[in-house]
């Protein structure tokens, strides 16, 4: 079974710009969930979308969104590009069931704002 | 606001020896508790999860503990290998009002060296 994949791996860009960043959840995943690594803060939550739905959404500011399309791959997207906002982005993807579900990692897209 | 928190940054164990990492949180509301092992610039990987009706879970060389009442939660690795040298977060999931199954909250992660 295939896990969870990132696309792209690597991205430079310039502050201002806007990025967007794909997640292919593990088949047969409804939920997919983002999560921001930096040096100083960590693995902080971004958002999480089941079924299409945003569902859960952390501390971010709006310049942070996302979506989730029908085959339950998601994108985020990051307006307004700003030096902070380098770092390691990951999703995870789980079934989203209500009892003990675990979620699943990707290989992470490094986001490099110059 | 912390309210995961893994107190020791470091741990250094010797091939062979028990490694014991640890974590506290402080929210009642969580009901589901999961160590990851990770890499830099790799995504976690998946290692032994708890739910909070049970107090320990086994799988091969690794051991989850739950002790609710102190909100404490610890894996032992035993025998600990080189392999293992990686950096451990401990993550936490709440049940309160049953929308936040997709959220995780994480600890500052313990970097373990096991030397040979």
């Known amino acids: 079974k295939a896990g969870v994949t990132q696309t792209p791996r690597y991205l430079i860009k310039t502050r201002g710009q806007q990025v967007t960043l794909s997640c292919s959840p593990i088949s047969g995943h409804r939920s997919v969930s983002w999560y921001q690594q930096t040096p100083g803060q960590g693995l902080q939550f971004l958002f999480e979308?089941?079924?299409?739905?945003?569902?859960n959404k952390g501390n971010f500011p709006g310049r942070f969104s996302g979506r989730q399309f029908s085959n339950s791959r998601s994108e985020m997207n990051v307006s307004t590009l700003e030096l902070g906002d380098s770092a390691l982005y990951l999703c995870?993807?789980?079934?989203?069931?209500?009892?003990?579900?675990?979620?699943?990692f990707g290989p992470g897209t490094r986001l490099t704002v110059l | 606001d912390q309210q995961v928190k893994q107190n020791s940054p470091s741990l250094s164990v010797q091939e062979g020896r028990i490694s014991i990492l640890n974590c506290d949180y402080t929210?009642?509301?969580?009901?589901?508790f999961l160590w990851y092992k990770k890499y830099p610039a790799e995504g976690p990987t998946f290692l032994i999860s708890i739910s909070s009706i049970k107090d320990k879970n086994e799988d091969g060389r690794f051991t989850v503990f739950l002790n609710k009442s102190a909100k404490h939660l610890s894996l032992h690795i035993v025998p600990s290998q080189p392999g293992d040298s990686a950096v451990y977060f401990c993550a936490v999931r709440s049940n309160a009002g049953g929308t936040s199954y997709g959220k995780l909250t994480f600890g500052q992660g313990t970097i373990l060296t096991v030397h040979p």
């Open positions: 929210n009642s509301m969580f009901d589901y």
């Open positions: 979308y089941f079924s299409e739905t945003q569902r």
């Open positions: 995870a993807s789980s079934r989203g069931r209500p009892e003990s579900d675990t979620q699943y």
